[in-house]
């Protein structure tokens, strides 16, 4: 079974800065893309960021410039940082991770989410 965990949501003001974190942990035998998904109140779930592996990263075109997606795969660890931010970037933001498990089984996970609230 793979858990992902992620941390740092919370309150900030418009213009403000975050950084989510993911730690993946679990039977895990190799994780391949990671990424970040939002959903708002009344809203349906959205990708927001993704990364490869490689570290190759793609972007929601609302928050282009203002967001960037890291990983460390060491530490089996995503990480979104949210920079200049908006109220109608506010939202439960979850993690996702393709992870082949130890079974060599591909399986897609989600986090539990962490609320991110962006107001004056």
């Not at 213009?15 to 895990?28: F, H, N, P």
């Not at 793609?58 to 990480?79: C, E, H, L, Q, W």
């Not at 991770?97 to 609320?115: C, E, K, P």
Request: proline share 2%; glycine share 10%.
């Amino acid at each position: 079974q793979v858990h992902l965990v992620e941390s740092g949501g919370g309150l900030v003001q418009p213009g403000g800065s975050l950084r989510l974190s993911c730690a993946a942990s679990g039977s895990i035998f190799r994780i391949d893309s990671m990424g970040w998904h939002r959903q708002a109140p009344g809203k349906r779930r959205d990708m927001v960021a993704t990364i490869t592996s490689y570290g190759s990263a793609n972007y929601a075109d609302s928050v282009k410039g203002r967001f960037t997606i890291s990983r460390d795969n060491a530490k089996n660890t995503v990480y979104l940082q949210l920079d200049s931010l908006k109220p109608e970037d506010t939202a439960v933001y979850y993690c996702n991770a393709d992870v082949v498990n130890t079974a060599r089984a591909l399986t897609n996970n989600w986090g539990q989410g962490t609320q991110v609230t962006v107001s004056s």
